[in-house]
């Protein structure tokens, strides 16, 4: 082979790798005689958005995942934790209106609100019905996804197996107070200046750096790397996190209930889980206990993670999943 042709081969490479990773947008077979595993635009409510559903056996029961934010997807975290999951549940990643493979530059203030989630959570689990002939599923609530997901098990009892909250919402104000308490406690142990003031610009950063969003890293690194890795996420999704992240921040109503759900007493009618990183600063574990005491449900679990903070099931996946398979016996009768 000439120095020419050699050249030719690693440019050729370099823009087949480049091109990957600039367009991808898929998700890999699963080898299974009843397996699905698919990446779909729906329409939900006249709206596209994606979903993913992955399983070794389309009969299992079905796990939909709904992410935190608002407008903060995790289908872009699903190849690096959920493989074995996909073992006893057909897992599916929605991403919501505005939010990740959803998000379009055409979207209006007005299409976000809280009820209109609850709606479209609706059709989504109409849609696995139908498509997998599932009566009910199980439902999974991250951080803001768990202030949704608690209300839509208060309305929709009929159509959940069970409701697991994970980085429990409670309530905002007494989680921020609760932040500033433990951020101030750390300041001089991270070099900075005891009076330096926790604000919007710098909250992120110091959860972080106190092991209180990932307990094993200090940034959001190892998020941005998985995120890139992922095979179901194209760059142009990648960049649209953030653009629908600041969107729905933004512009999110919350037109059904106030954002403190810790003073609700509503009876649920379905087993609740909630599920906490022991270190998580961001929804803290201390006011998510306290929430899960004054739960009233059939059958109610507590389950804290010893090596984690905010993403239990990223940081612990294989104990995220020995758990789920537990609990999905405990209540198999439902």
Same mark, same amino acid.
């Given at each position: 082979?000439?120095?020419?042709s050699l050249?030719?081969?690693?440019?050729?490479?370099?823009?087949?790798?480049?091109a990957y990773?600039?367009?991808k947008?898929?998700?890999? *077979?699963?080898?299974?005689?009843?397996?699905?595993?698919?990446?779909?635009?729906? !329409?939900?409510?006249?709206?596209?958005?994606?979903?993913?559903i992955?399983?070794?056996?389309?009969?299992a029961?079905?796990?939909l995942?709904l992410?935190?934010?608002?407008?903060?997807p995790?289908?872009?975290?699903?190849h690096?934790?959920?493989r074995e999951?996909?073992?006893?549940f057909?897992?599916?990643?929605?991403?919501?209106?505005?939010?990740?493979?959803?998000?379009?530059?055409?979207?209006?203030p007005?299409?976000?609100?809280?009820?209109?989630?609850?709606?479209d959570?609706?059709a989504?689990?109409?849609?696995?019905?139908e498509?997998?002939?599932?009566?009910? /599923?199980w439902? /999974?609530g991250? @951080?803001?996804?768990?202030?949704?997901g608690?209300? =839509?098990?208060?309305?929709?009892?009929?159509?959940?197996?069970?409701?697991?909250?994970?980085?429990?919402i409670?309530? *905002?104000a007494?989680?921020?107070?609760?932040q500033? %308490?433990?951020l101030? $406690?750390?300041? /001089?142990?991270l070099?900075?200046?005891?009076?330096?003031?926790?604000t919007?610009a710098?909250? %992120? !950063?110091?959860?972080?750096?106190?092991h @209180?969003?990932l307990?094993?890293?200090? $940034?959001?690194?190892?998020?941005?790397?998985?995120?890139?890795?992922?095979?179901?996420?194209?760059?142009?999704d990648?960049?649209?996190?953030?653009?629908g @992240?600041? =969107?729905?921040?933004?512009?999110?109503?919350y037109d059904v209930?106030e954002?403190n759900?810790? !003073?609700?007493?509503?009876?649920?009618?379905?087993?609740?889980?909630?599920?906490?990183?022991?270190?998580?600063?961001v929804?803290?574990?201390?006011?998510?206990?306290?929430?899960?005491d004054?739960?009233?449900?059939?059958?109610?679990?507590?389950?804290?993670?010893?090596?984690?903070?905010?993403f *239990?099931? =990223?940081?612990e996946?294989?104990?995220?999943?020995? %758990?789920?398979?537990?609990l999905?016996a405990?209540? @198999?009768?439902?």
């Amino acid at each position: 082979m000439t120095v020419k042709s050699l050249l030719m081969l690693i440019l050729a490479a370099l823009f087949a790798s480049v091109a990957y990773f600039v367009f991808k947008s898929y998700t890999p *077979p699963i080898f299974s005689t009843n397996a699905i595993a698919k990446l779909e635009a729906v !329409d939900i409510n006249n709206d596209r958005q994606y979903l993913l559903i992955r399983g070794h056996d389309r009969r299992a029961p079905v796990l939909l995942f709904l992410h935190g934010g608002p407008g903060m997807p995790a289908m872009y975290l699903a190849h690096d934790f959920q493989r074995e999951l996909e073992k006893h549940f057909v897992v599916v990643h929605w991403d919501q209106r505005g939010a990740g493979k959803s998000y379009r530059k055409d979207i209006r203030p007005d299409e976000l609100s809280i009820s209109q989630l609850l709606d479209d959570t609706t059709a989504v689990v109409s849609y696995l019905q139908e498509t997998l002939g599932v009566e009910k /599923v199980w439902l /999974v609530g991250h @951080s803001f996804g768990s202030y949704l997901g608690a209300q =839509f098990a208060w309305q929709h009892p009929d159509l959940l197996h069970a409701y697991i909250g994970i980085g429990q919402i409670t309530d *905002p104000a007494e989680e921020r107070a609760l932040q500033d %308490e433990f951020l101030k $406690s750390k300041l /001089v142990d991270l070099g900075l200046p005891a009076d330096t003031e926790i604000t919007g610009a710098n909250r %992120e !950063d110091l959860l972080f750096k106190t092991h @209180s969003e990932l307990y094993g890293a200090e $940034s959001f690194i190892p998020l941005l790397i998985t995120g890139l890795m992922a095979p179901e996420y194209s760059l142009f999704d990648a960049l649209n996190i953030a653009k629908g @992240s600041s =969107f729905s921040s933004a512009h999110m109503m919350y037109d059904v209930m106030e954002k403190n759900i810790m !003073d609700h007493q509503i009876p649920f009618e379905v087993p609740v889980v909630i599920m906490m990183g022991a270190h998580d600063m961001v929804t803290p574990t201390a006011l998510a206990k306290q929430f899960y005491d004054t739960v009233q449900a059939p059958e109610k679990y507590w389950v804290e993670f010893e090596q984690s903070a905010h993403f *239990p099931f =990223f940081e612990e996946p294989d104990r995220f999943t020995e %758990e789920m398979v537990k609990l999905k016996a405990a209540t @198999s009768d439902r």
